[in-house]
């Protein structure tokens, strides 16, 4: 029983049920049709009563023509009822007299057809049957009689094989959309939790309501337990990161104590001084080392969720602090106007990259730097420009990869550690976007951050 009711839940069993009754109603619509087809057309010898029967229409015809009864009037229904009428075909002329109404053109094709024959025939399809020929002679013209009749029965018949027909059709409808729901809806229960997983929600899970006893159920409770490891690796992560950042950052602090308090002691020594300077240096460039490492795992990890802000609100704070920093070297800073609208970002991050790559502009810059955004109904555009030295056209894409530091006027003691950019880019990429720099026509380097609004 429980190897039944397993069976019966599984995803292969369903996929081999649904095809299974999506051929057998296909072949049943074929044989409903075929069977309609078989049965639409037969021919056979008349019986006497159909042989008598067209005697007395003969008899008929021919008494009220002796009465000058026109041609469009002995065609009328047999016996006063509308399911019956007489057709005549003229032989000489072979043209065909007889009622209007639906099917006249197949009518007058099967009167020709049985005009040939030399004993009366009935000839049966689902809307009508034929009784003829039977020659019959008006005046100097030879005829051949038929007897028309309707048969409601079969328009009955065919009625109901196609309300069959339109059944089996949504039947199979229904049962196709009750069966792709079946499947869809956990896998994109799934989407939708991996989704949120890629946005940094870290406790998202797929719903138990929609988790079933079947392959997707199974799948779906693994990505469950997957979700899980994922987050815990992310919370140990985090905590490795606090607890390394604190264990290297106290003993640089204690350093820096003691190289203060070295200073004081050692005021009247020259040489002792510019060796304590130097320590204070290094220990300053280790700080930042540490804090720029820190920042770029944590970027590239993506986990912050993201927020909704302005442009404006999310700029504001970044150029001000390059205004100042550009102040401080000389440098002009030009900002264009920023647009008005709100982008779904996560803030850090992007304030982080924006304000290395217009504190590398500023730092590089002989004079000036000019900032802009643009925005388009796909996309959003940073731009900062500075009229700097440039950088070779080997070094436009490796300057965005750890630690790189070009030659020339960019070099280590100008430059910091060789995270900055790096750190942008993968700011950026967390976004779906791009960065790339290019010298500028004159001389200097321009650095674009694309975003695409749809993942705004």
């Not at 067209?54 to 399911?83: N, T, W």
């Not at 630690?403 to 006027?409: I, L, N, V």
Request: proline share 3%; glycine share 6%; with cysteine.
């Amino acid at each position: 029983m429980r190897l039944t009711a397993k069976l019966a839940s599984s995803v292969g069993f369903r996929l081999l049920a649904g095809f299974w009754v999506t051929i057998a109603l296909a072949l049943l619509c074929v044989w409903l049709i075929s069977r309609w087809s078989i049965l639409e057309l037969g021919i056979a010898n008349a019986e006497q009563d159909n042989i008598d029967r067209l005697s007395r229409v003969v008899k008929r015809v021919e008494r009220e023509y002796a009465q000058h009864m026109p041609l469009a009037r002995l065609v009328r229904p047999i016996g006063g009822r509308g399911d019956a009428s007489a057709v005549l075909v003229d032989i000489e002329k072979d043209k065909v007299i007889g009622r209007r109404g639906p099917f006249r053109e197949r009518i007058q094709r099967d009167v020709s057809l049985l005009s040939g024959q030399s004993l009366p025939q009935v000839l049966k399809r689902r809307q009508y049957t034929i009784i003829g020929p039977q020659r019959v002679q008006l005046g100097s013209d030879n005829y051949l009689l038929f007897i028309l009749e309707n048969t409601p029965n079969r328009r009955n018949s065919n009625f109901m094989i196609a309300a069959l027909l339109l059944a089996l059709f949504g039947l199979s409808l229904v049962f196709s959309v009750i069966f792709t729901k079946s499947l869809l809806r956990p896998i994109r229960a799934l989407r939708h939790t991996a989704l949120e997983l890629t946005n940094g929600q870290w406790d998202a899970r797929v719903d138990e309501k929609v988790i079933q006893s079947d392959e997707l159920g199974e799948l779906a409770n693994t990505f469950n337990s997957m979700a899980k490891k994922i987050e815990d690796n992310w919370h140990s992560q985090r905590r490795l990161l606090a607890d390394v950042s604190h264990e290297l950052r106290s003993p640089l602090a204690r350093l820096n104590m003691a190289v203060a308090l070295a200073e004081n002691a050692t005021k009247e020594s020259t040489s002792a001084q510019q060796s304590l300077q130097r320590i204070e240096k290094e220990t300053q460039k280790m700080d930042y080392l540490i804090r720029d490492v820190l920042t770029l795992s944590r970027t590239e990890a993506g986990m912050a969720a993201k927020t909704k802000i302005s442009v404006e609100a999310l700029l504001d704070e970044v150029i001000q602090n390059g205004k100042f920093e550009a102040s401080q070297t000389g440098v002009e800073l030009k900002v264009a106007g920023l647009p008005t609208m709100d982008v779904l970002v996560q803030v850090d991050a992007m304030e982080s990259a924006i304000e290395n790559i217009l504190r590398n502009a500023i730092r590089y810059a002989y004079a000036h730097v000019e900032f802009s955004v643009i925005h388009s109904s796909s996309s959003l555009k940073f731009i900062i420009s500075d009229d700097g030295p440039g950088l070779p056209e080997s070094d436009l894409t490796a300057i965005f990869a750890p630690f790189f530091r070009a030659d020339s006027a960019r070099n280590s003691e100008t430059g910091g550690i060789g995270l900055g950019l790096a750190i942008a880019k993968a700011a950026v990429s967390i976004h779906d976007g791009q960065i790339e720099a290019k010298n500028n026509p004159e001389k200097g380097l321009q650095v674009v951050v694309t975003i695409p609004v749809l993942s705004l």
